[in-house]
C-alpha cells in the first residue's frame, strides 16, 4: 500500500490543475484558476510561441529552479509570478529540510522577492505526504493571495510581502514558519505576511489525505473551495465521515459561513480534491461542485450578508448527477485496488459552458477501476437529474485528472493513458486523438489558435486547435510535467518538477 500511495501523492494537483484570469483580472494577468470562473481552460492572450528551444534559450526570456517535486502553474498579477513548491532547493538558510513552499517570484526576470515556508505535518504522512510542497495555486485579487497550505490552511497574503510591513490581524508568522518546538523565526522582508488564518482539520473537521489540494473560487465576498477530506492511512475508511466536501469563508476575515450537508464524506472512495466553479443559470448564480463521491452538484451561491453572525449556513442544493450510477454505492472500500469494479471519483474541476457543465469522473487512478468519461450535463434542470440530465458521454482511455477545455465548438482533454482528446462540443463525437510520451495528469490549455499541454514523460506538446489534428512542435524538457501552463502578457509559464519555464515570442 505505501508503494502505491508514493505514486498516486504525486496525482494530487496534476488533476486539477489549469487556471486562467478572472473577470476581474487585469489584461495580462493570471489570477483564478478558470476563465471568468466557469473554470474553462482557454486564454485571450495573443502571439505566443508555437515552439521554443531549452538548449539554445530560443524563445526562452528566463529559467529558475524550484524545488524537486513541483505540481502546479502559477499565477501572474501585479509584476508577480506565484508558484508552489517544495523545499528541494533551499534558498533561504533558516529553513533546512522537508517544506512546503510558495515563492513570489518577479515576472520581470524570475528573481525571489519573498516565500511562504510551511513545515510539513508530523506523525501522519497520509495528512502531508513527504516532499510534496504547497500543491494547490493561488487565487489573487485587489493585492491578496487566497491560497491553501500544505499543511491544509488556507492563509490570505498580503501580495507585496514583509516588505510594507506585516498586516494582521494575523501577526505570528514567525512561529508558523518554525517547525514545531523550534523558537519562532525572525522576519525578514523576504518573508510572506499572513492577514489571515483558517485551519480546515480543526475548524471544518477535514481530514485531508496526501495533500491538501484546491484552487479557490472567489465570488464577491466569499471564498468557495473543496475540503480535500478523505480515506485515512488504510484508505478503507473516512476519518471523519461528518466533514463538509464544500465550504464557503469569508474574504475579508476567513470565517466559516456555510458548508454542503449532503453527507458526501461516506460515499468518498478516496479523497475530495476537485475545485468548485460557477456559472449563470435561469437568472440564478449556480456553483458546480464535483464530489469524491463521483456526484456533480449544483447549489445555489450565497447572496451579499446572506449569513448572520455566528452561523454557519447550509449551501441549498438544486440538482445532483451521478456520474456512474451503475458504480458500488455501499462498503465502497473495499472495492479498493479493485481495477475492474469500483466506485469513481471527480478529480478535474468542472467547466460550466452555455448552460452545460462539462466533467471527467470515473475510477480512481491509484485504488479503483480504469475506466473513465467525459460528461456533458444540462445544468437548467433541478432535482436528482441523474436519467434525464445526461447530454452526452464520451469514454476516455483511462482513469483521467484532467480538466477540459472548450473553444470554437470542439472540447479538449487528456486522460492518465496520455491520450490528447479533441471532441466536438455538441454531440461528444471524437474528431482526433494524440498519444503523448508517459501519462498526462495535467489539463490542455487552448490560445491564440494552439493548444499547450505536457506530459508526464517531460514532452511538452503543442497543437493547432481545430477539427485536424496538427502536432506544431514536441518539445523535451528536463522531467516531468504534471500541470498545465500559465499565460500571462503574452508569458508562456511552465512547470516541470524542477524548473519553472518563462517562454515569450521573440525568436531569440
Not at 473560487?217 to 492511512?233: A, C, E, F, M, Q
Not at 464557503?248 to 480534491?273: I, N, Q, Y
Not at 490560445?447 to 506544431?472: N, P, Q, T
Request: charged fraction near 20%.
Amino acid at each position: 500500500m505505501r508503494n502505491a500511495s508514493n505514486r498516486h501523492r504525486r496525482w494530487r494537483l496534476a488533476g486539477l490543475l489549469c487556471l486562467w484570469a478572472s473577470s476581474t483580472a487585469p489584461a495580462g494577468e493570471q489570477t483564478q484558476w478558470g476563465q471568468r470562473f466557469n473554470r474553462n481552460m482557454v486564454s485571450d492572450e495573443r502571439h505566443l510561441p508555437e515552439s521554443f528551444d531549452p538548449a539554445t534559450g530560443r524563445n526562452v526570456k528566463w529559467v529558475v529552479p524550484m524545488g524537486t517535486e513541483t505540481y502546479i502553474s502559477p499565477m501572474v498579477a501585479g509584476g508577480r509570478v506565484l508558484i508552489g513548491t517544495n523545499n528541494g532547493q533551499a534558498r533561504d538558510p533558516r529553513h533546512r529540510g522537508d517544506r512546503g513552499v510558495l515563492m513570489c517570484l518577479d515576472a520581470a526576470d524570475g528573481s525571489l522577492l519573498w516565500q511562504l515556508v510551511i513545515p510539513k505535518v508530523q506523525g501522519d504522512p497520509y495528512k502531508d505526504w513527504p516532499g510534496g510542497g504547497i500543491t494547490s495555486p493561488p487565487t489573487v485579487e485587489d493585492g491578496r493571495c487566497y491560497l491553501a497550505t500544505n499543511r491544509g490552511a488556507i492563509v490570505c497574503l498580503d501580495l507585496a510581502g514583509q516588505a510594507n510591513g506585516n498586516d494582521g490581524p494575523f501577526l505570528d508568522e514567525g512561529r508558523l514558519m518554525a517547525p514545531e518546538g523550534a523558537p519562532p523565526l525572525k522576519l525578514t522582508d523576504r518573508d510572506a505576511d499572513v492577514i489571515w488564518r483558517f485551519d480546515t482539520h480543526a475548524e471544518a473537521g477535514s481530514y485531508p489525505h496526501d495533500a491538501a489540494f484546491t484552487s479557490i473560487l472567489l465570488h464577491g465576498p466569499y471564498l468557495y473551495l473543496n475540503t480535500s477530506n478523505g480515506v485515512d492511512n488504510t484508505h478503507r475508511k473516512i476519518r471523519n465521515p461528518d466533514a463538509p466536501g464544500l465550504i464557503v469563508l469569508d474574504k475579508a476575515t476567513g470565517r466559516l459561513l456555510a458548508r454542503d450537508r449532503e453527507g458526501m464524506s461516506p460515499r468518498t472512495f478516496h479523497c475530495t480534491w476537485s475545485p468548485p466553479a460557477l456559472g449563470e443559470v435561469g437568472g440564478r448564480t449556480l456553483i458546480f461542485f464535483g464530489g469524491g463521491d463521483g456526484v456533480l452538484y449544483g447549489f445555489e451561491a450565497l447572496k451579499p450578508d446572506a449569513v448572520p453572525p455566528g452561523t454557519v449556513a447550509t449551501l441549498k442544493k438544486v440538482w445532483s448527477f451521478d456520474c456512474d450510477p451503475n458504480a458500488p454505492k455501499e462498503d465502497i472500500h473495499r472495492y479498493v485496488r479493485n481495477r475492474r469494479e469500483s466506485p469513481s471519483n471527480i478529480m478535474g474541476m468542472s467547466v460550466f459552458h452555455e448552460g452545460r457543465v462539462y466533467v471527467a469522473a470515473g475510477g480512481d487512478m491509484w485504488w479503483g477501476k480504469r475506466q473513465s468519461w467525459l460528461k456533458c450535463v444540462d445544468a437548467t434542470k433541478t432535482g436528482d437529474i441523474t436519467r434525464t440530465g445526461g447530454v452526452w458521454s464520451a469514454e476516455l482511455v483511462s482513469h483521467c485528472s484532467s480538466t477540459p477545455a472548450i473553444k470554437d465548438g470542439l472540447v479538449y482533454i487528456a486522460d492518465c493513458g496520455g491520450v490528447v482528446h479533441c471532441l466536438d462540443l455538441a454531440t461528444g463525437r471524437e474528431h482526433w486523438t494524440h498519444k503523448a510520451a508517459g501519462p498526462i495528469w495535467s489539463s490542455p490549455l487552448v490560445a491564440d489558435g494552439k493548444v499547450y499541454i505536457g506530459s508526464r514523460g517531460g514532452d511538452f506538446l503543442i497543437f493547432a486547435a481545430g477539427r485536424e489534428k496538427k502536432l506544431l512542435a514536441s518539445i523535451r524538457l528536463d522531467g516531468p510535467i504534471s500541470a498545465p501552463p500559465a499565460i500571462a502578457d503574452g508569458v508562456l509559464y511552465l512547470t516541470t518538477m524542477k524548473k519553472l519555464y518563462a517562454v515569450q515570442k521573440t525568436g531569440e
